[in-house]
């Protein structure tokens, strides 16, 4: 029986498999490279048998191949390594399990090799390597960002309150236009010192904490929307999730949503729903003109484009960081955009019991009855 005949059921396995003789005087050589492994090759048969792996791939590739199957022949012991091969026209990943045969004086004569194609797998190993590099660098720029902008917003205040020594109040507004300048610079302080102690701590574990979803809404939209043009219902509840990422996320979408509004005074409803599996999902839905087709693209997995707005890509790479999903469309309902995202978190409480457990608010009104 020949060799090819002796190792012909090896073509039923559907796992690539191929075997090496180990002359006593020479390189190991193919004997046998089953139909599994041929097709992911592209190669017949007849281009490996009594072959070398150096004189099949004419490459480097090939050399270390030969490297690893003559490292088995003279050390006698199973091996697990992993290579780049030239495979149908493109470099592939392979991982490869090689075991020896000894004959009865222990001279290694036959290798049994099983190989499987682990380019995705490798491929989705780095991409989470330049991920968590990339998220990284983003931390500290959000740090170092959030940093330069105390002094600035402390200036603000400083001003505000320079303007406020000695003025005169003549009733014409420009008192209240001074207390605005000075509360929102005062609450724009807070968020900066909420994001500088979150990436402060982002090595650690990560921590959740109790929070009422409309006292923080209305902390945002006094930043974002100080006149008051815009009118937003928010779901009293209480939750513990990853407040900072929380905020981060709501302060992105709601801005986004003022910005390309196309009203003078918009409708915004966000509402919170419990999932299984510990998640939370928070929606986010308007009445404006919707999202355009690149912002669409962006948010529900697009690449980042220049035209599209960093404050969506960095919110969607934030939320999948942390074992969220955000999907992004335009409303049947209300006819602008509607945005959902989720992260890990519970609902405490709603309702009457989400208020009674919240902190008390600004003298701003509910944001259940408001303009904001």
Do not use: W
């Not at 801005?255 to 390309?260: R, S």
């Amino acid at each position: 029986m020949s060799d090819t005949d002796q190792f012909a059921h090896l073509d039923y396995i559907a796992t690539p498999v191929f075997v090496l003789e180990v002359p006593a005087d020479g390189l190991p050589v193919y004997c046998a490279f089953n139909a599994s492994a041929r097709a992911i090759s592209g190669r017949p048969l007849s281009d490996y048998l009594g072959r070398t792996a150096a004189q099949i791939y004419d490459t480097v590739y090939g050399r270390a191949a030969l490297s690893r199957h003559c490292q088995v022949a003279k050390g006698g012991k199973p091996l697990t390594y992993e290579l780049q091969l030239p495979l149908a026209g493109e470099v592939r990943q392979v991982r490869t399990t090689l075991s020896p045969e000894m004959d009865a004086d222990g001279r290694v004569f036959r290798l049994y090799g099983a190989s499987l194609d682990i380019t995705e797998e490798t491929r989705a190993r780095e991409a989470r390597v330049s991920f968590h590099t990339a998220a990284s660098e983003m931390e500290q720029f959000v740090a170092m960002a959030a940093h330069d902008l105390r002094a600035p917003m402390r200036n603000v205040t400083m001003l505000a309150e320079m303007l406020k020594d000695d003025f005169v109040d003549h009733g014409d507004g420009k008192l209240d236009m001074i207390n605005m300048m000075d509360g929102i610079a005062d609450k724009t302080m807070k968020l900066i010192d909420d994001i500088l102690l979150h990436t402060q701590s982002v090595e650690a574990e990560e921590t959740e904490t109790l929070f009422d979803l409309s006292e923080l809404t209305c902390l945002i939209c006094d930043i974002l929307d100080p006149e008051e043009r815009h009118h937003v219902n928010v779901t009293p509840a209480a939750l513990l999730t990853d407040k900072t990422a929380l905020q981060i996320a709501l302060r992105n979408l709601i801005e986004n949503a003022v910005k390309h509004t196309g009203r003078v005074q918009m409708l915004l409803d966000i509402s919170v729903e419990q999932l299984p599996g510990g998640m939370i999902a928070v929606t986010l839905e308007d009445n404006g003109k919707g999202f355009s087709d690149a912002a669409l693209q962006l948010m529900n997995g697009g690449g980042f484009r220049v035209d599209g707005g960093y404050g969506l890509f960095g919110v969607r790479r934030m939320i999948r960081a942390r074992g969220g999903t955000i999907t992004a469309g335009n409303s049947p309902t209300m006819g602008g955009a509607t945005i959902r995202f989720t992260l890990p978190g519970r609902i405490v409480a709603t309702g009457a019991q989400a208020i009674a457990r919240q902190l008390p608010l600004p003298s701003r009104p509910s944001l259940q009855q408001q303009s904001v």
